[in-house]
Each structure stands twice: as C-alpha cells, then as structure tokens.
C-alpha cells in the first residue's frame, strides 16, 4: 500500500473550515483514500474514503487531486469536539482483508 | 448502527496472570475482526486478523502464543494476554468489517486499556 505523508499538527479556529492535507504521490490505480480519527482514549472513527472523485458525507469531504498524488479532508465549520488525530490511509482496492495501516497522523487542535 | 464493543474498559492484572479482552459487533456480522496495540503517543499497530472460524493471521513480530485470538463466531473475537508483564501494558483496541460490506470501512470498538503491575 502507498505511504502518506501527513502535517504532524494544526490549529484550527472554532467554526472556521479545518483543512487537513494528505500527500500520497506513490498511490496506484486500484487504491484508495481512507480517512479515520481518534479522539483522545478512543477508538478510531471511519470519516469518509475516496478513489479518484471527491466525496462528500455528513461529517466531511474530501477533495482529492486529479494526480490523485494528494487530498485534503475538510471539514467545513470545525467544532471543539473534533480535536482529534486525523488519520490519512491508503489501502488497495482487491485486498482481501482490508488491513489499515495506520501512520502518525494530523493532530487538530480546534481552538474557541 | 455498526457499533463494535470491547470488554472490559479497562483492567490491571498482576504480572504472570493472563486476561481476556472480548470485542464484539452489537448490530452486524462481522467476517473479519482485527486487534491493535496503541502505546502512549503513538499510532494504533495492528497485531492481527481474525476471521471467523479460521486461525488469525499475525502481524511481524506479534508472538501468536502470548497473544492468542479466537473468532468462534460472526459477532465475537477474544484476545487473550497470556502470562503478561509490564511490558504488555497498553490499550487494545478492536475493530470490525461487516459481513458482505465491499469497502474496507472498518468499525472501532473502544478499546481497553491493560495495566499490568
């Protein structure tokens, strides 16, 4: 699976939009772009995935280059509670388990 | 919906003693079931696989006799910490995909914490 390559921190002002890139220059064809969060002493929580189009849910959306070598995660008026470890993750599309690997991640620290 | 528990929360056992951690899927069938390590400050490491009714797959360097799984059914994976130390120390989280689910979203438990003394 590709490696990623994320800001080790941000700060973000409560209510603004948080923009957390992701850079993933060796991702192939078949892969996708996940995104997880872990609040302090939880577990991680799914966010929102893409493979070439951007996506947009309830909780974020992702915008993902037309190189698809990076994306960034929005997440359109940042709230307290999504200070958090954002996780970028690239995983094959045909893997048989679905195993995530987890890098080291965007520490977002939303600030009143 | 999808909502992944773990058993116990948290737990302190004595050093030599062995603990069980229970994860379960309280509203679908989960195929495969999958156990990380978190040590303070640092990502989740994934320690292995489990599918149902089947051997779980270890990850490099995880030593399947400490750390013995069991995925007896579609709803339950267990983890067992046998003859712990201090060094096993950490919080265990695990985490779910649904059955017949093609994207590979995974479904988290809360983890539990594991001290050993």
Redesign the interface.
């Known amino acids: 699976d590709a490696k990623t390559t994320q800001p080790t921190s941000m700060d973000c002002a409560e209510g603004r939009a948080a923009n957390l890139p992701c850079n993933h220059s060796t991702i192939s064809g078949n892969e996708y772009v996940y995104w997880y969060r872990q609040i302090h002493s939880q577990g991680p929580q799914y966010i929102i995935h893409g493979l070439k189009n951007n996506e947009t849910n309830e909780m974020a959306s992702l915008i993902i280059t037309e190189d698809r070598k990076s994306s960034t995660l929005i997440l359109p008026h940042a709230t307290l509670r999504d200070t958090a470890v954002y996780y970028c993750i690239v995983i094959a599309g045909g893997t048989s388990y679905g195993k995530l690997t987890f890098g080291q991640g965007t520490i977002l620290t939303v600030h009143p | 919906g999808a909502v992944?528990s773990?058993h116990p929360s948290w737990v302190i056992c004595k050093s030599g003693t062995s603990v069980k951690i229970e994860c379960r899927s309280l509203d679908f069938q989960a195929t495969?079931m999958?156990w990380?390590r978190q040590f303070p400050k640092q990502?989740?490491?994934?320690m292995a696989?489990s599918?149902e009714g089947s051997k779980a797959?270890y990850e490099q360097g995880v030593e399947k006799d400490k750390f013995l799984i069991n995925h007896a059914s579609l709803t339950l994976s267990t983890l067992t910490v046998t003859s712990a130390h201090p060094e096993d120390s950490s919080?265990y989280?695990c985490?779910a995909?649904e059955r017949d689910n093609w994207?590979?979203?995974?479904?988290?438990?809360?983890?539990t914490?594991l001290t050993v003394t």
């Open positions: 992944v773990q495969t999958f990380y990502s989740l490491m994934l696989t599918n797959t919080f989280i985490s995909r994207s590979y979203e995974q479904y988290f438990g809360p983890g914490r």
